[in-house]
T-cell receptor
Framework: KQEVTQIPAALSVPEGENLVLNCSFTDSAIYNLQWFRQDPGKGLTSLLLIQSSQREQTSGRLNASLDKSSGRSTLYIAASQPGDSATYLCAVTQGGSEKLVFGKGTKLTVNP | GAGVSQTPSNKVTEKGKYVELRCDPISGHTALYWYRQSLGQGPEFLIYFQGTGAADDSGLPNDRFFAVRPEGSVSTLKIQRTERGDSAVYLC???????????FGPGTRLTVL
């Protein structure tokens, strides 16, 4: 059974800092990995999708990497801003299945 | 519409009652998913539709839960004889086709008293 773990559970940084969020998964037979942002009381906003054949994806200040063989992904946020404060979730799609398996998320606070 | 919409945004009901939660996917998306999110947890998969048929309902917790998508667009998640443990945020997502990016709606917060 696929399990997704995200560390740290919470992170607080000053504005302007570069930071890395970690995601690990137990079964490397994934089809893709998706990073989401969730604001309090809101749904999920898709940030980046990495196919299993890809090593990384970039969007603006965000860069996500994937090392499928070691079961790890990182989300790098450059020059963090208070508006980046949210919970960040990673999820994998298992090969042969359409469902996303989520981690519990990392709650990020960026202090002005 | 531009995104996935869900109604109602909040639903409060009493134990034992029946509830229906509605999801309108992004136009043209053939894949539709339901997830459930409890406080402090990541979403958990319930059921997935490809077109009108439920391709995978392995996440439905028991037979009190049922979902339909009769015309391949709007979906309704139905919960019978609600229990306090059903309280959670129910999220709907849609996608273009197999293994594509999933786009989520704002969710329905269900509270069972």
């Amino acid at each position: 059974k696929q399990e997704v773990t995200q560390i740290p559970a919470a992170l607080s940084v000053p504005e302007g800092e570069n930071l890395v969020l970690n995601c690990s998964f137990t079964d490397s037979a994934i089809y893709n990995l998706q990073w989401f942002r969730q604001d309090p009381g809101k749904g999920l906003t898709s940030l980046l999708l990495i196919q299993s054949s890809q090593r990384e994806q970039t969007s603006g200040r965000l860069n996500a990497s994937l090392d499928k063989s070691s079961g790890r992904s990182t989300l790098y946020i450059a020059a963090s801003q208070p508006g980046d404060s949210a919970t960040y979730l990673c999820a994998v799609t298992q090969g042969g299945s359409e469902k996303l398996v989520f981690g519990k998320g990392t709650k990020l606070t960026v202090n002005p | 519409g531009a995104g996935v919409s869900q109604t109602p945004s909040n639903k409060v009901t009493e134990k034992g009652k029946y509830v229906e939660l509605r999801c309108d996917p992004i136009s043209g998306h053939t894949a539709l998913y339901w997830y459930r999110q409890s406080l402090g947890q990541g979403p958990e998969f319930l059921i997935y539709f490809q077109g009108t048929g439920a391709a995978d309902d392995s996440g439905l917790p028991n037979d009190r839960f049922f979902a339909v998508r009769p015309e391949g667009s709007v979906s309704t998640l139905k919960i019978q004889r609600t229990e306090r443990g059903d309280s959670a945020v129910y999220l709907c997502a849609s996608g273009r086709t197999l293994y594509n990016e999933q786009f989520f709606g704002p969710g329905t917060r269900l509270t069972v008293l």
